[in-house]
T-cell receptor, first 110, second 115 residues
Framework: SQQGEEDPQALSIQEGENATMNCSYKTSINNLQWYRQNSGRGLVHLILIRSNEREKHSGRLRVTLDTSKKSSSLLITASRAADTASYFCATVAGRRALTFGSGTRLQVQP | EAGVTQFPSHSVIEKGQTVTLRCDPISGHDNLYWYRRVMGKEIKFLLHFVKESKQDESGMPNNRFLAERTGGTYSTLKVQPAELEDSGVYFC?????????????FGPGTRLTVT
């Protein structure tokens, strides 16, 4: 498996429901970040959680990090149709570049 | 402030031809990164510039790829000669020198199709 693997690969939910996406990684990290990509657009930074943090909130987003299990989760509460996008986790370990997973495609049905 | 821009947005070329992608980072951002996503797989790092210097080019797949950042402003990524497996979306990102480990601002990407 690859560094920063997301699970599930695809998720379809109804508007108003919560969406949870998981990410696993292999090496020690400095921080973990979540990005969103709308179709045909660039990646947009959503939230960053440092290796010494366990949970972080930003609006309707909640991110958790378990360094002992090398995993993270992204929860989007009260989802909206506009949340439809691909979501990627990315880790920073040592060097400054991001290591991405393959992403989760989220479809929110209105 | 203007975001990261990339040109062209889409390029279709034949195998064996040359293509040059351009990235204009956010003004004042010393860090510039190239990534690519091939065949719907994960986004992979290609290389990292700090100003005009290559800080890390460990992700460059082979010597058919040449990146430059003359003057420390915009960057170009040349693929010569292009192969079928080079098809994918090439992303550029930039960040400030003091936030290299944090938020990176991405451009919309260049979709390269090699036929």
């Amino acid at each position: 498996s690859q560094q920063g693997e997301e699970d599930p690969q695809a998720l379809s939910i109804q508007e108003g429901e919560n969406a949870t996406m998981n990410c696993s990684y292999k090496t020690s990290i400095n921080n973990l970040q979540w990005y969103r990509q709308n179709s045909g657009r660039g990646l947009v930074h959503l939230i960053l959680i440092r290796s010494n943090e366990r949970e972080k909130h930003s609006g309707r987003l909640r991110v958790t990090l378990d360094t002992s299990k090398k995993s993270s989760s992204l929860l989007i509460t009260a989802s909206r149709a506009a949340d439809t996008a691909s979501y990627f986790c990315a880790t920073v370990a040592g060097r400054r570049a991001l290591t991405f997973g393959s992403g989760t495609r989220l479809q929110v049905q209105p | 402030e203007a975001g990261v821009t990339q040109f062209p947005s889409h390029s279709v070329i034949e195998k064996g031809q040359t293509v040059t992608l351009r990235c204009d980072p956010i003004s004042g951002h010393d860090n510039l990164y190239w990534y690519r996503r091939v065949m719907g797989k994960e986004i992979k790092f290609l290389l990292h510039f700090v100003k005009e210097s290559k800080q890390d080019e460990s992700g460059m797949p082979n010597n058919r790829f040449l990146a430059e950042r003359t003057g420390g402003t915009y960057s170009t990524l040349k693929v010569q000669p292009a192969e079928l497996e080079d098809s994918g979306v090439y992303f550029c990102a930039s960040s400030r020198s003091d936030r290299g480990l944090y938020e990176q601002y991405f451009g919309p990407g260049t979709r390269l199709t090699v036929t």
